[in-house]
């Protein structure tokens, strides 16, 4: 009888929840600790060469947010945690944040949502205290510029916060920390916010030594036998993903908050580790992050909100060489330094995100030694007849340097050439044109078709460059958490002794 009211309480309370009238998305968290960082306009031509309409960063970078801007990208920026003390002891430290970072981009740069810190109560636990102060302060810092509307607030948490995580219907937040995370769900459900979670089901399988089958961390199908089902809840997890996301619904909801939707700040697996990391392989990440994506664009939801959307930022961009640690923490990326995919996602669909395969880039560059008055001519028919755009090569656009006319009929050839979808006859100009796989782009001059690749070419660019001291994205890299995992991976085993029982 009392399991029995328990589960008409609990899907009772299911149908308060949130309204799920938002499409859920995928966004690119990117991490910048970078040897050769890629200039922000070469970050932003990559962005949107594949489609990617979301990004997270690590900071408030002012070039980032310049190169960001009238690109129609939503952004979400960070409070980094070295100036979150700061913010949460003054409301006017807070309120010159905004100003300088929000403020003075918006609404050219669509920010959305600020991160005050990046998994603060495990990362920097002194700051706990002052965590729920620094959003509010960073909040009516909003209110008092009217963006608070367009303009969400929360931090990221880890979710080795979340204890006991299976079976979900039993998982609850450490008790230690519900003096910051009341007010925190407070604050949050009174202001339209999401509870932002990191979920690395990596790190739970691995830290799981042989209890969570592969493929159910990598949303493979599973014989049924091998289906996790909740007890309580009676419902089937097929993937880790959905177990934790859903786990924090159930943490909220022990805690009686029942309509604050979670975002996925963070997600996604290593392509390369230590020989201690075999699981971290290229074929792993491909299948993790192509199903993650599949499975957040089709709008499934988790089994206790079937339909509710769970938009999910991947873990990350470009591959981070500089990422202190085992070997897969510099090798989370899809793309590296040179805009160069690590793998092809399978995705399919054309249009679709992230699926653009751009291994095949090809440019067409004017060939060595061309006679000059050739290309003269050829540049003036491009530019003219050609009906090529070539705005960006006037005195004081990005492409006017170097000012001479092979420099310039390239980036007139090149914009032909793409204008005409690679035809090989639209790269001939009379023979002096010719094609190549070397992007021509430099400095914030991104030619036609280039995906930021070879930024070796740095020409001595006006635009504030990228401080690459001041991005840290957190480290997915946690070994603090693994205890807390250990124990609920505990009562997943015996969720799985259970699911057997249920399927008997
Ligand atoms: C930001 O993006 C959202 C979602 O597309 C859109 O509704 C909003 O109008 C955009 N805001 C600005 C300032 O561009
Ligand atoms: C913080 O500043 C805002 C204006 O920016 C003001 O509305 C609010 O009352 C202040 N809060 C505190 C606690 O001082
Ligand atoms: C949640 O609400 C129930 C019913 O109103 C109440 O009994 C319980 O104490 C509340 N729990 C918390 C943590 O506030
Ligand atoms: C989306 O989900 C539906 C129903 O769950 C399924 O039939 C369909 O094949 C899925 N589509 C993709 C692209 O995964
Ligand atoms: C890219 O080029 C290689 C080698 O020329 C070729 O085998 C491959 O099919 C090409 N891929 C695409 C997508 O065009
Ligand atoms: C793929 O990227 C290239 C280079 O930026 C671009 O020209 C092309 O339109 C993209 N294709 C798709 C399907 O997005
Ligand atoms: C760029 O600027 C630095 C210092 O301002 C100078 O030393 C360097 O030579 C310049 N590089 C180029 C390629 O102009
Ligand atoms: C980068 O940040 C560091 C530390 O905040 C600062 O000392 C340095 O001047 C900054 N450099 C630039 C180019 O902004
Ligand atoms: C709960 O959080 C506290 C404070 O951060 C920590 O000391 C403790 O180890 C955590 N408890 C569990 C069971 O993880
Ligand atoms: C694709 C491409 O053009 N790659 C080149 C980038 O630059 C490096 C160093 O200059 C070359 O070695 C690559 O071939």
Not at 128 to 149: E, G, M, Q, T, W
Not at 306 to 332: C, F, H, Q, R
Not at 444 to 457: D, H, V
């Amino acid at each position: 009888m009392a399991v029995h009211s328990l589960l008409l309480l609990l899907f009772a309370v299911s149908v308060l929840v949130v309204a799920a009238d938002e499409e859920p998305f995928i966004g690119v968290n990117i991490g910048t600790d970078l040897s050769d960082m890629p200039h922000p306009t070469q970050v932003v031509a990559l962005l949107k060469a594949q489609q990617i309409r979301h990004v997270r960063l690590y900071d408030a970078d002012q070039a980032m947010l310049v190169a960001l801007a009238k690109t129609g990208i939503q952004v979400v920026i960070t409070v980094p945690n070295e100036e979150l003390l700061a913010i949460g002891q003054s409301n006017s430290t807070a309120a010159n944040w905004v100003s300088h970072n929000v403020v003075a981009h918006y609404p050219a740069t669509n920010i959305t949502a600020i991160c005050v810190g990046s998994e603060v109560l495990t990362a920097l636990p002194n700051a706990a205290k002052i965590l729920v102060n620094a959003l509010k302060y960073i909040h009516s810092a909003l209110v008092a510029s009217n963006l608070d509307r367009q303009i969400k607030v929360s931090t990221p948490l880890s979710s080795s916060i979340i204890l006991d995580s299976f079976p979900p219907s039993q998982a609850f937040f450490n008790k230690s920390l519900n003096s910051v995370l009341v007010p925190m769900l407070d604050f949050l459900q009174s202001t339209g916010s999401y509870l932002m979670l990191n979920i690395y089901p990596y790190y739970d399988y691995m830290q799981s030594n042989g209890v969570i089958p592969l493929d159910y961390a990598l949303f493979k199908p599973l014989p049924p036998n091998k289906e996790a089902v909740d007890s309580n809840t009676l419902l089937h997890y097929t993937n880790v993903f959905d177990a934790m996301v859903d786990a924090a619904y159930f943490a909220m909801l022990f805690l009686n908050y029942t309509n604050i939707p979670v975002v996925v700040t963070e997600s996604g697996w290593p392509s390369k580790g230590g020989s201690n990391e075999p699981d971290a392989t290229i074929d792993n990440a491909n299948t993790y992050n192509s199903n993650l994506i599949k499975h957040v664009l089709n709008q499934t939801g988790t089994p206790k909100y079937p339909g509710i959307a769970v938009s999910t930022y991947i873990y990350e961009l470009y591959n981070e060489d500089m990422k202190p640690g085992p070997l897969s923490e510099k090798n989370w990326g899809l793309f590296d330094a040179n805009g160069a995919p690590i793998y092809i996602l399978h995705l399919t669909g054309s249009d679709a995100l992230l699926a653009n395969d751009t291994s095949n880039q090809t440019f067409c560059i004017a060939k060595e030694g061309a006679d000059p008055k050739m290309l003269q001519a050829a540049l003036d028919w491009a530019c003219g007849p050609g009906k090529v755009e070539c705005s960006a090569m006037r005195q004081g656009q990005p492409c006017y340097e170097p000012d001479n006319v092979i420099a310039h009929s390239t980036y007139a050839f090149d914009s032909y050439y793409h204008k005409m979808g690679k035809t090989p006859d639209s790269c001939d100009f009379n023979g002096v044109a010719t094609v190549s796989t070397t992007d021509p782009s430099h400095g914030s001059c991104i030619f036609p078709g280039s995906l930021g690749r070879n930024a070796t070419t740095f020409t001595n660019v006006t635009a504030p460059s990228m401080n690459s001291t001041a991005s840290d994205s957190s480290s997915a890299y946690n070994p603090q958490s693994s205890e807390l995992r250990i124990r609920s991976l505990l009562l997943m085993v015996i969720g799985f002794l259970i699911c057997g029982v249920v399927l008997l």
